[in-house]
């Protein structure tokens, strides 16, 4: 593999366990690792390639830990786009019920290149939606984010129910076609572990790992959540699951003399392989066992705004010790995966109405904070040591923004603060992926970005159209 040095950075934010911030650095590259990180001037080092970075900053590339790629094909449709939570998927699972390999396939290509092009690096898909029949569709959705050379987690999901009274609402509409969205546990469970046993790498350095998890918790049947906890402990992978109990599930779970956390830590879900999605409307107990078990939150600030969530308390999580990364969701309940800008809505959303909610602004996050969520907190969330941090030894996995930009004129102070809270440019100048460059000037260097932006879009109007065909919606409708 080529040797790279990059030179001449304006600044670099390495997120090692030191926080180190060197000015006017330079970053040596070897065999997909990183070798060495320094202030300029470097010494003599051989390199294949040698990158500029002046007027830029460096960082590790950005982790993303939470994203539903397949949603990437129905960004944007008017029945859905006014619509909280339970009204977005009655508008969005009839189209999601049309999902195939191709349609996995070419939301994966785009995505993954969207990502990478925000300064992404490593990707962690929730893919819950995989329909029985298609047993296909996990190995071209990987296809896709193998093409565009990302580091990438496939979270190999399920769907046990349809949430609240969503199955008695889209029947009628679907038929049988509605089972094509659920997951039995006799048939789910033997393809969870074959695609365990085929694509998971242990290994440092791993360009391709697995993890596991339903779409949501299901309070009504520990069975299911154990068996997941019972997998992931037998094969040492991570575990994935919404967890955001609805005032709804907590009295039935009152009614039953229980409450959502005991049920996690009865059905063995408390573990540091964990990471919760969302979680925005955590108590306080919950918050103290979820750091206690050292599992993680993946915060997800933009689809928060766009589904009309509870803002989550990102400083109340972080005073309790909890582990947070960030994702960019699913583009349904967020229409974009730049995770740069996903970076600068966590910094500042958290503070809407911090008052009310008694969250002291001492406790609100700082543009390093946020940097620090993106890549270490990511990391640890998937449970890797290797990425996430820009030292010797670890995946030269490097994402190098842009610092001369109108946008961020006048904010000479603190360079990464301007990158985050000024910035609107969305991508990255260079990012570079186990030592190999995918990104430069904001585009991908080896994938064709024409063709798999018009092959997402055939496969967007192919499940659209199919999906008015059969229910009769029109999804174009405004809500
Ligand atoms: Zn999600």
């Avoid at 575990?239 to 049920?263: C, I, K, N, Q, Y």
């Avoid at 705004?305 to 990102?314: C, D, F, M, Q």
């Avoid at 993106?374 to 890797?384: I, V």
């Amino acid at each position: 593999m080529p040797s790279l040095l990059l030179r001449h950075a304006d600044v670099i934010y390495t997120c090692d366990d030191s926080r180190r911030v060197i000015r006017q650095g330079y970053v040596h590259v070897e065999n997909g690792r990183i070798a060495a990180v320094g202030a300029e001037p470097a010494p003599p080092l051989a390199a294949d390639e040698e990158v500029s970075a002046t007027g830029c900053l460096v960082t590790p590339g950005l982790v993303n830990v939470h994203h539903h790629l397949f949603q990437t094909l129905t960004r944007a449709v008017p029945l859905a786009t006014r619509s909280t939570i339970l009204d977005w998927l009655f508008a969005m699972y009839p189209i999601w019920a049309e999902i195939d390999a191709d349609a996995y396939y070419r939301a994966s290509l785009a995505t993954n290149c969207e990502l990478l092009t925000s300064g992404c690096t490593t990707n962690a898909d929730f893919a819950y939606l995989m329909p029985e029949a298609d047993g296909e569709m996990a190995a071209e959705e990987i296809r896709g984010a193998h093409e565009t050379g990302i580091r990438f987690v496939l979270v190999r999901g399920g769907m046990p129910a349809i949430e609240a009274d969503l199955e008695q609402r889209l029947r009628p509409l679907m038929g049988t076609h509605l089972d094509r969205l659920l997951d039995r546990g006799e048939v789910l469970f033997p393809k969870l572990e074959a695609t365990l046993r085929r694509f998971h790498d242990t290994s440092h350095g791993a360009m391709l790992q697995v993890a596991i998890g339903p779409t949501s918790v299901t309070y009504r049947q520990p069975e299911y959540m154990r068996r997941f906890a019972d997998v992931a402990a037998a094969y040492g992978c991570g575990m994935h699951v919404h967890f955001d109990p609805r005032p709804d599930e907590r009295a039935t779970m009152r009614e039953h003399g229980s409450r959502p956390l005991d049920f996690l830590r009865e059905t063995g879900w408390l573990t540091p392989r964990t990471w919760f999605a969302h979680s925005t409307l955590l108590e306080s107990e919950e918050m103290r066992a979820i750091s206690a078990a050292g599992a993680s939150i993946a915060h997800c600030p933009r689809c928060i705004v766009r589904l009309g969530k509870k803002v989550a308390r990102v400083g109340h999580w972080r005073a309790a010790g909890i582990n947070v990364g960030l994702g960019v969701d699913g583009a349904a309940s967020s229409d974009m995966s730049n995770l740069l800008n996903e970076l600068r809505l966590a910094l500042v959303l958290h503070r809407v109405g911090g008052y009310q909610d008694s969250e002291d602004p001492a406790q609100w996050l700082t543009p390093e904070d946020a940097l620090w969520m993106a890549t270490r907190g990511g990391a640890q969330a998937l449970g890797r040591d290797d990425i996430g941090e820009l030292s010797a030894g670890k995946c030269a996995d490097i994402a190098v923004f842009p610092l001369r930009r109108l946008s961020l004129a006048g904010a000479v102070a603190d360079p990464l603060g301007a990158l985050l809270l000024a910035g609107s440019d969305p991508y990255a100048a260079c990012t570079i992926v186990g030592g190999r460059i995918r990104v430069r000037d904001g585009h991908m260097v080896d994938v064709d970005e024409a063709a798999a932006f018009d092959g997402a879009n055939a496969a967007a109007t192919r499940l659209l159209t199919a999906a008015r065909h059969r229910t009769g919606i029109d999804f174009t409708r405004q809500a």
